[in-house]
């Protein structure tokens, strides 16, 4: 051909395409080179399984052989069967997923890929860590494809995905077994700390000194559950608490209200603060000396450290968060939830509201120790109570839990409001005490000390517990004629088995303890 060389060499053409960063094709973080060195380990180390059995599942197994004969590994190790070539070779022909694992040739193949066992644990942690970026990538992408759909549910959206994070963060948190040195160490020195506060209390003080004797304050990073059936005074009680831990103790306190608006506790707050009437808060309605004194002491709230969020319908994931950020940012030593039932764990499968629950309290056990602090969660009771006769059958026990078998596992102590007048039973049949006006407060578990239970004053027009020996207008209590020697106004054997008592036949309209 003219103008071309009989000998000159065609240069190929070569086409370049050039690929964004965004349109390369990835692959999944993986490290199957550490998969067969590990699998090689456990078949030729005695003892070896032992030492990664906490860090590996078969699901962290990139490779679909490697994760076959790692199962066949852990079947063996779980009935203390030796793990070697031959042995796993005879579980995965027994399973019936020898052909699938690649048969003995690639077991050997394993074997010798093995130099040396002696970072076995190290290389194991690799595995578990690359597993765990998967799931956080496959989380994100089936997120990422709900956002896009326009039907979604944003809000719900948000709490699969914080509890996604969650799953992915409870399986991959590990704490390795620590020598019991630096355990004395941290004992001597909280030992320390609490010899020099005054007193006995060494943990948070409820404001109650006969309950602070048994408990010695709140401790951390307890979780502790205040039951009672409604009408009890649950959230007064808290709230009760909360004023003195916040407003006269200055200790950073904060409230999670699933049931109130944060306005209607505050109002609640007020009429403990400034012992006002919740009739005249909501008209507005007030003598003289009512403004004056809540001119004078709400200006004792402001400024205090108590820290409010009521979000209705509060999962699990979102407290997790919201509590992290207020111990971080404001330092909040202790929490209160009200209450533990209206609580969700949306985003979570599960089978049963009693296996909802159980992951509830799950999480704040796991929450009350991951941030220290000591965590308090109001919680309901169950009928059984209302059904059962007589003065000793009303006061609750740990069975009247709802959905007890978790609450009741999970919590450290356990705690019971119980107010016999509610059930107009008015005086105590085996010591005489007048029990108008009161409140006992029960300790039914305490896994650090003892179980006992001591009486408070109720007052129920200001929605206020305080001391039994403090200061209160006789006037308060129920117009019930006190009994004379040897008789009781006790009368709770004559109900009629009723959730709700009805009105005595001095006309008392018991109404007025609905809190």
């Not at 355990?183 to 003080?205: C, D, H, L, Q, Y």
């Not at 009994?483 to 009723?498: C, K, L, Q, R």
Request: aromatic letters at 6%.
């Amino acid at each position: 051909m003219a103008g071309t060389s009989r000998n000159s060499k065609r240069t190929p053409q070569t086409t370049i395409i050039k690929v964004g960063a965004n349109e390369m094709g990835k692959l999944p973080p993986q490290a199957q080179e550490l998969e067969d060195s590990v699998l090689g380990a456990l078949m030729i180390e005695k003892d070896a399984y032992g030492s990664v059995a906490d860090l590996l599942r078969p699901e962290v197994f990139y490779k679909d052989q490697n994760r076959l004969v790692f199962e066949a590994i852990r079947a063996l190790a779980a009935k203390d069967e030796p793990i070697d070539i031959l042995s796993v070779g005879e579980k995965l022909k027994s399973q019936g997923t020898l052909d699938k694992a690649g048969g003995v040739v690639y077991l050997a193949e394993l074997t010798r890929r093995i130099a040396s066992t002696a970072h076995l644990r190290y290389h194991a942690q690799i595995i578990a860590q690359k597993a765990t970026a998967r799931d956080l990538i496959a989380m994100a992408a089936q997120i990422e494809e709900k956002a896009f759909d326009e039907t979604q549910d944003i809000d719900e959206l948000m709490q699969e995905a914080e509890a996604g994070i969650f799953e992915i963060t409870q399986r991959s948190q590990k704490r390795d077994v620590t020598q019991i040195d630096p355990v004395i160490e941290e004992a001597f020195k909280r030992m320390e700390k609490a010899a020099k506060n005054t007193g006995s209390i060494s943990g948070i003080p409820s404001g109650f000194n006969a309950l602070d004797k048994i408990t010695s304050g709140w401790q951390s990073p307890d979780l502790i559950i205040i039951a009672a059936r409604p009408a009890m005074g649950k959230t007064a009680f808290v709230l009760s608490m909360a004023k003195h831990m916040a407003v006269d103790r200055q200790i950073p306190t904060a409230i999670f209200s699933l049931e109130m608006s944060n306005v209607q506790l505050v109002n609640r707050l007020i009429m403990n603060v400034c012992e006002l009437e919740g009739d005249k808060i909501k008209t507005g309605k007030m003598s003289k000396e009512d403004s004056k004194r809540l001119n004078t002491k709400i200006n004792i709230m402001k400024g205090k450290p108590l820290y409010m969020d009521d979000t209705p319908s509060l999962s699990i994931y979102e407290l997790r968060s919201k509590a992290r950020k207020l111990v971080h940012e404001h330092g909040v030593r202790i929490i209160i939830i009200d209450y533990l039932q209206l609580m969700n764990a949306q985003g979570s499968s599960f089978g049963s509201r009693e296996q909802e629950v159980s992951i509830i309290s799950r999480g704040l056990k796991g929450l009350a120790k991951e941030l220290d602090i000591p965590i308090i969660a109001l919680s309901q009771l169950n009928r059984g109570v209302e059904s059962r006769q007589g003065v000793e059958g009303k006061t609750p026990q740990l069975s009247d839990l709802r959905e007890s078998g978790a609450i009741e596992q999970d919590a450290d102590m356990v705690c019971f409001i119980h107010r016999p007048e509610y059930y107009r039973i008015y005086n105590d049949d085996k010591t005489g005490k007048d029990l108008r006006g009161l409140a006992q407060i029960i300790v039914a578990k305490h896994r650090n000390g003892a179980t006992d239970s001591i009486w408070l004053r109720f007052r129920n027009k200001f929605a206020k517990f305080q001391n039994e020996d403090e200061a209160f207008d006789p006037d308060e209590l129920p117009n019930v004629a006190p009994p004379s020697t040897g008789e009781s106004v006790s009368i709770a054997s004559s109900m009629n088995n009723g959730a709700t008592p009805p009105a005595n036949s001095l006309g008392e309209d018991l109404s007025q303890y609905q809190l």
